[in-house]
Each structure stands twice: as C-alpha cells, then as structure tokens.
Nanobody, 123 residues
Framework: VQLQASGGGLVQVGGSLRLSCAAS????????MGWFRQAPGKEREFLARLGRGRGVITYADSVKGRFTASRDNTKSTAYLRMDSLQPEDTAVYYCAAGGNYWSPAQRDAYAYWGQGTLVTVSS
C-alpha cells in the first residue's frame, strides 16, 4: 500500500494550496481518508477525515471553514484544499487511510500513512 502526498510548497499569507493524496495497493473506496499535520516541535494534529464513498466529512475546529477535504474514488485520490493560509499553518501535511467516524483524530486507528508534504506559509 502506498499513499503519495503532494502539492505542498511555499505560499504567502492569505494564499491557497491544494494537496493531493494518491493511493495505490488498496481498495480506496473501502477506506476513510484522514488529513493531519505536524509542525516542528509539536504533535501530529488532526485536520479532517472523509468517510468512505461519499460519507461524512469531519473537520477540526482549527481549520473548519478554511480547509475543504474531498475525494475522488475513481482516481483513488483524496484532496485537501487550504484557503486563507496563515504562518501557523506551516507544517508537514500527512494523509492517512482508515480511521473511524467516532474518533476521527485517533491516529492509531489509521492503517496506512503517506510520507508527508511540506507546506510553508511566509509573511
């Protein structure tokens, strides 16, 4: 199983980015997809989780209204659209497959993790 996260980079304050997570080696539609991030010196933080198929999307309060998670099961790809980016959004962003609806932030409930993509927001 591979999860390939991409789309990170350097963006100015107030800008936008769209991250992608391409999955292979698994039946993509059978898995919920989560997004997390980890800033230097901090714990990995839950951002969003999409249920299987066209299931429920859960967001962390810290990104609700600014980040939009989506998935395309025909392409086995999950996305995270990030708007109004701020310096505190600077982190390595990870996608993960699995998790559950009741505890979407529970990291050990995710079976597979991508390698991460770096997002840097400059002021």
């Amino acid at each position: 199983v591979q999860l390939q996260a991409s789309g990170g980079g350097l963006v100015q304050v107030g800008g936008s980015l769209r991250l992608s997570c391409a999955a292979s080696g698994l039946t993509f539609s059978d898995f919920g997809m989560g997004w997390f991030r980890q800033a230097p010196g901090k714990e990995r933080e839950f951002l969003a989780r999409l249920g299987r198929g066209r299931g429920v999307i859960t967001y962390a309060d810290s990104v609700k209204g600014r980040f939009t998670a989506s998935r395309d099961n025909t392409k086995s790809t999950a996305y995270l659209r990030m708007d109004s980016l701020q310096p505190e959004d600077t982190a390595v962003y990870y996608c993960a497959a699995g998790g559950n609806y009741w505890s979407p932030a529970q990291r050990d409930a995710y079976a597979y993790w991508g390698q991460g993509t770096l997002v840097t927001v400059s002021s």
